[in-house]
């Protein structure tokens, strides 16, 4: 951090001292990276979607030039575990003529337009093999072929996941039903107990303890199997 600060100061102070030829070749250098910069690739705002498996998705990519573009060179490509796979190429000689797209792949479809500086691609039929990084890459020759690219990221997911949370809430209205059965039972019990309480005096004070009990021993297991064997006896 010091010795970083200290580093800053020197070349502050050092461009301080040098003269105004050395400030004008800079802000030449940086214009001239600005106007290399002329070409931009875009996949929009949004740079992934999910789709389902079976559904056809637009690969979404526009380019921009405040250059103008000539012999404009395009492809996408899928990044298929590390390795490239082109997808399409073409290039559009001009603006505004429409470029004739070689396209390596089926099920892809060429829908861009020069009017609309649009390079996207339908992906037609997706499967799971075809999740992953999809790459839109553009170089324009008139900006010394600097390459520009843009990355679209495609998940691909599986129809039945709607199957499976109506499967879910399937099992979870069993259990709830098995749960409600299991307390009407409980209260039946409960109610069949109170009826042989008032059927019977003698009986009833051990009902009561043997009752009072099981509600005292509910959380304490080990002596529940010991008082549940005394009103059998
Ligand atoms: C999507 O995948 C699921 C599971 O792999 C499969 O059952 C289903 O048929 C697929 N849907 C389509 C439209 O291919
Ligand atoms: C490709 O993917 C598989 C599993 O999806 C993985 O085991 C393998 O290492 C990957 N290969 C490369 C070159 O990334
Ligand atoms: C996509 O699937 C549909 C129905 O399975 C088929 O008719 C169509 O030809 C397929 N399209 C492509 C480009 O594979
Ligand atoms: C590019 O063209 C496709 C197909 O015509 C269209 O769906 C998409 O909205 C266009 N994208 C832009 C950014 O204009
Ligand atoms: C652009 O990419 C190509 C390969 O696709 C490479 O040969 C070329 O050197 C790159 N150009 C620049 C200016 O980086």
């Not at 073409?90 to 009017?115: L, M, N, Q, T």
């Not at 021993?217 to 006896?233: F, I, M, W």
């Amino acid at each position: 951090m010091a010795s970083g600060d200290n580093d800053g100061s020197s070349v502050s102070g050092r461009l301080r001292s040098r003269d105004l030829l050395h400030a004008g070749l800079a802000v030449a250098l940086l214009l001239g990276v600005w106007s290399v910069d002329g070409l931009e690739v875009s996949t929009g705002k949004v740079s992934s979607i999910e789709a389902m498996n079976g559904s056809t998705v637009l690969l979404p990519c526009t380019y921009s030039s405040c250059i103008g573009i000539q012999n404009l060179y395009f492809s996408w490509k899928f990044n298929d575990n590390g390795t490239h796979l082109k997808l399409c190429e073409a290039e559009i000689p001009k603006e505004k003529v429409e470029p004739k797209v070689h396209v390596y792949r089926d099920r892809v479809e060429f829908v861009g337009s020069s009017k609309t500086n649009n390079i996207s691609i339908l992906l037609w039929n997706i499967t799971f093999e075809d999740e992953g990084e999809y790459i839109c890459f553009a170089r324009n020759p008139k900006e010394k072929n600097r390459n520009h690219s843009a990355i679209f990221t495609l998940i691909v997911v599986d129809q039945m996941k709607e199957v499976d949370n109506r499967l879910t809430i399937l099992i979870v209205s069993i259990v709830g039903g098995v749960i409600g059965l299991v307390i009407i039972i409980m209260v039946i019990k409960a109610l069949v107990v109170h009826f042989l309480m008032k059927d019977s005096e003698k009986t009833k004070e051990c009902l009561v303890s043997s009752s009072g009990n099981d509600n005292t021993e509910n959380g304490l297991s080990g002596a529940k199997a010991d008082n549940k064997g005394t009103p059998k006896a």
